[in-house]
């Protein structure tokens, strides 16, 4: 196991995606989009680093879970914790979403590293593309921008392109 930075967690949240879900808020992101809401998890040294073994522990033993959703920061700045802890909130069948500043083509390029590429494939949704504060109008579920698209990661995966998931099929 290894140690991830993060800026906190929310052990109960209907916010950051559909049912009952573990928030954890990784530290570091180099897109500092203006606006974000998140603004004290930029600083890559900030926050509290944490080992793995401890957070995924933590993720199982939190009762009446849904999901698990990865937020920030840009949890992909930290791809080897996101595999990690992603793997073992899988064998417990929990869904997964990952909130990044890259998009889908992005990553699938290499833009955040072959090790963030790689973690895509233990994810259900990814929630792409930066935060942009002129296009954020109140209308886009599970989203703080409307250019943000909610991805099918596993069709887009086996399809080769991206695959977005109709907020009609997204429950609140």
Not at 64 to 70: A, E, R
Not at 94 to 121: H, R
Not at 129 to 147: C, H, M, Y
Not at 148 to 163: N, T, W
Request: charged share 25%; with cysteine; aromatic share 6%.
């Amino acid at each position: 196991m290894s140690t991830v930075r993060i800026s906190g967690v929310k052990k109960h949240s209907s916010v950051n995606g559909p049912g009952v879900r573990y928030v954890l808020f990784f530290q570091g992101c180099p897109h500092n989009c203006p606006g974000c809401q998140n603004p004290e998890t930029h600083d890559p040294m900030g926050g509290t680093e944490r080992d793995t073994a401890d957070v995924i522990r933590e993720i199982l033993q939190t009762k009446y879970l849904d999901g698990l959703t990865f937020s920030g920061g840009d949890p992909l700045m930290q791809p080897e914790a996101v595999k990690e802890i992603a793997a073992a909130a899988k064998e417990t069948g929990l869904n997964i979403w990952l909130y990044t500043g890259w998009t889908f083509e992005q990553l699938m390029d290499g833009a955040a590293g072959e090790t963030a590429k790689e973690a895509l494939p233990l994810l259900d949704v990814l929630v792409d593309g930066p935060f942009v504060e002129k296009l954020k109008t109140g209308n886009a579920i599970w989203r703080g921008s409307d250019n943000q698209r909610l991805i099918d990661v596993q069709r887009s995966l086996a399809e080769g392109s991206v695959i977005e998931l109709p907020e009609s099929k997204v429950k609140k």
